[in-house]
């Protein structure tokens, strides 16, 4: 394989394929600009649209919007009740007219939520009437 990319590098030689004429950088930006056409320049002012002046409003708006779509989200995250409070809520809006089972299960409440619930009514009912 040695032998064969020195029989190649002889037929082919070590110089480089292309070279550049003697001072041809030298003399080449004027060239180019010899053989482009005369072009006037003129400036233009730029009526602005009616979204580029909305624009700001927008992004204004969206941002403001943002912000209190978290605040909203972060203070029902951060809301002090608790699931027996919610079933308790739950619980108190149920009536006889009413499928308790659908209203539960659309409450995201679940079983366990339920029976702590029950517990702990039942736990204070016992103890009111026990006096304690």
């Known amino acids: 394989m040695i032998h064969e990319q020195s029989q190649i590098l002889s037929k082919a030689g070590k110089e480089p394929g292309f ?3 003697e001072g041809y950088f030298e003399g080449l930006t004027s060239t180019i600009m010899s053989r482009l056409p005369e072009v006037e320049i003129t400036d233009v002012e730029a009526k602005p649209t009616w979204w580029m002046r909305v624009r700001p409003y927008v992004y204004l708006a969206a941002m403001f919007a943002g912000v209190w779509c978290m605040m909203t989200l972060f203070n029902h995250l951060n809301s002090p009740m608790t699931n027996l409070q919610r079933v308790a809520e739950i619980a108190g809006g149920i009536s006889d007219e009413h499928n308790a089972d659908e209203f539960v ?7 366990y939520d339920i029976m702590t619930y029950e517990d702990s009514v039942y736990g204070y009912m016992i103890d009111s009437i026990a006096g304690n």
């Open 19 to 21: 070279t550049v004429p």
């Open 105 to 111: 299960l659309s409450s995201g409440v679940d079983a």
